[in-house]
């Protein structure tokens, strides 16, 4: 695999690549362009870059605003202050409305690193997931983070777009095809499924290597859109595996592995066992430390797959 | 504005302030209080003020309000069917269950309504918005909104002041429906959100005043406002909360109450329709 990349670095490149493209593309951002990096696209485009400074609420409103009148808006901020913060001015002025605005919300998750628990959004999934008609992305890599905006672009309607600071692998090649609403099957197996996103994805692959060596098969799914879910693929692997281990950089309280035992639970009932933040804040320390200390890394995976395996009748 | 224009005005005002209490009447609750105060003013914004078309309520080119008080849905509601978006008959199913008449505007169901609103302060960053689109499309459009004076105790309207003071948004009107009273009392008492003109000023804004309830005040202070072509306009429009029922006005029991049979056949009467 080439070099790391943050998938917000994918970010500011793809809306700098796509404003040209996209004349009523327009980027709002809240004093954190440099850390966003939509500051890559106010360099193309100063004239359709708007520093809404250190006011979140304001900046949720004028997109929409400029959305009603023919923009198509990306207003961006850290997860914390996008979606936490502005909660209601999304549910209200975009959810309610559907209008066609786009969140690019950063520094998603515990991965954040030293800035510690104020930062660390482990709750913006679980958030945008319980507004009606929210499209909510959660790319894994650089090639996904890419697409996944110019999907959000082409999408009429509400997005939520979600991105880390951490640098991390490339796993897709140039010509992925990426759709909203699609998961992707990244290894066949057979005992248990590890069903993952963003940065997760990355981890779940390593657990699945752990898992091979004591003879386990593991199946690896990314899920990158988590609203809408992509049902079909869930219940399939539930049938074909028998146990579902969910990974993601969230709470387990409403993100993806809540979304995946709801589905399971009505459609297809097999064990499932979530890996995520166990219902607490996160702390300062180095994002990658972070990943172990919080029970995210593959070998903590591997762990809970080996249980999942267990509870199989 | 000549005597003429402003008697057709004051009936087609009479006649909107009729909706409002039938809205509110038939829904038994809603907000009678702020739709009748702004009542001359969605007169004057509908039928002198906007560049609209109601046969064609989605036209990209046209003027654009939004009611950040959208409390007041009544008013704007009444308004919009006296323009000729709706049929003035629908008003009696506001709030009913299958009516496409929310309890706040719904800019999905509802033709002419440019923004769903309720929800307060979140209005005025929307306005900020459309101004600015506008603005880098060059268009000649103009973007209208209406606030409640207990509206601006809230943050966001203050962030979206600094926004439009800062970005010069000179095709930007709002409109500050100063009549005094709030749920839990006068405004004053609550929490005093005044003075309005030094804090606008301080914002950037062009500060207007204007009485309510007189047209050639309204008219003078629009007009002010498109002469100012370097900042946004706020209008500080001095107003009477239940303007035009007598038991209505200037008692804040009024702000979200439905009248009874009795108190709505006196209402009429206060209308001239009886």
Redesign the interface.
């Known amino acids: 695999m080439a070099d790391k990349i943050a998938t917000r670095e994918a970010y500011g490149k793809a809306l700098a690549e796509f404003g040209a493209e996209y004349e009523n593309l327009?980027v709002l951002d809240a004093d954190l362009a440099a850390a966003t990096k939509t500051g890559t696209f106010k360099k193309a485009f100063p004239?359709?870059f708007?520093d809404?400074?250190i006011?979140e609420?304001?900046?949720?409103?004028?997109?929409?605003?400029?959305?009603?009148?023919?923009?198509i808006?990306f207003a961006s901020s850290f997860a914390m202050f996008a979606a936490g913060r502005s909660f209601?001015?999304i549910r209200?002025?975009i959810g309610?409305?559907?209008n066609n605005v786009k969140i690019g919300a950063t520094h998603a998750g515990i991965t954040v690193g030293e800035d510690g628990a104020t930062h660390q959004c482990n709750e913006d999934i679980a958030l945008m997931r319980s507004i009606p008609g929210m499209v909510i992305l959660n790319p894994a890599d650089a090639t996904e983070a890419r697409l996944a905006v110019k999907a959000a672009i082409e999408y009429v309607g509400p997005v939520y777009l979600r991105f880390g600071r951490m640098a991390v692998p490339t796993l897709f090649d140039d010509d992925y095809k990426f759709e909203i609403g699609k998961g992707v099957k990244m290894a066949e197996g057979t005992d248990v499924a590890l069903i993952a996103t963003g940065i997760e994805v990355e981890q779940a692959l390593l657990a699945r290597d752990i898992l091979a060596a004591e003879g386990i098969s593991a199946s690896v799914i990314n899920i990158s859109t988590i609203k809408p879910l992509d049902e079909e693929l869930v219940i399939a692997e539930a049938k074909a595996c028998g146990a579902i281990v969910t990974c993601e950089e969230h709470t387990i309280i409403g993100g993806l592995g809540s979304a995946v035992t709801e589905c399971l639970a009505e459609k297809c009932p097999v064990p499932v066992l979530r890996v995520g933040i166990n219902d607490e804040f996160g702390r300062s320390g180095p994002a990658k430390e972070l990943v172990s200390y919080y029970h995210l890394d593959g070998a903590s995976i591997a762990e809970k797959a080996k249980a999942a395996v267990a509870l199989k009748k | 504005m000549d005597t003429k224009r402003k008697t057709e005005l004051a009936e087609i005002a009479r006649k909107i302030r009729v909706g409002i209490i039938d809205a509110v009447y038939s829904a038994n609750s809603g907000h009678p209080g702020g739709s009748l105060s702004i009542a001359d003013v969605l007169t004057y914004l509908y039928f002198e003020e906007l560049n609209i078309d109601p046969a064609n309520p989605q036209w990209?080119d046209r003027d654009?309000l939004v009611l950040s008080k959208g409390h007041c849905a009544p008013g704007l509601y009444s308004a919009l069917a006296h323009r000729g978006y709706f049929p003035v008959e629908d008003l009696k199913t506001f709030r009913k269950t299958s009516s496409y008449l929310q309890g706040h505007p719904?800019?999905?169901h509802t033709p002419g309504v440019?923004?769903?609103s309720?929800?307060l302060?979140?209005?005025?960053?929307?306005?900020?918005?459309?101004?600015?689109?506008?603005k880098?499309?060059g268009k000649a459009q103009r973007?209208y909104a209406i606030l409640g004076d207990g509206e601006t105790q809230e943050?966001?309207v203050w962030?979206?002041a600094?926004?439009a003071g800062n970005?010069k948004l000179s095709n930007l009107v709002w409109l500050i429906d100063f009549n005094g009273l709030q749920i839990d009392g006068p405004i004053a008492e609550v929490m005093n959100p005044t003075p309005y003109d030094k804090k606008f000023e301080a914002f950037g804004w062009n500060v207007v005043e204007c009485d309510a309830h007189d047209f050639d005040s309204i008219e003078a202070a629009y007009k002010a406002a498109r002469e100012c072509t370097d900042k946004p306009t706020v209008i500080i429009s001095h107003s009477t909360k239940g303007k035009g029922v007598s038991f209505m006005e200037n008692n804040v029991a009024w702000h979200g109450a439905a009248p009874n049979a009795e108190q709505y056949e006196v209402a009429m009467a206060d209308l001239g329709e009886r």
């Open positions: 327009v004239d359709r708007f809404c400074g006011a609420n304001n900046m949720i409103g004028v997109a929409t605003g400029m959305s009603l009148c023919g923009k808006p209601e001015q209200n002025s309610y409305p559907h | 990209a654009r719904d800019m999905k440019d923004m769903s309720g929800s302060g979140q209005g005025t960053s929307v306005s900020c918005g459309m101004a600015l689109a506008s880098l499309d973007i943050g966001q962030e979206a600094m926004f970005m």
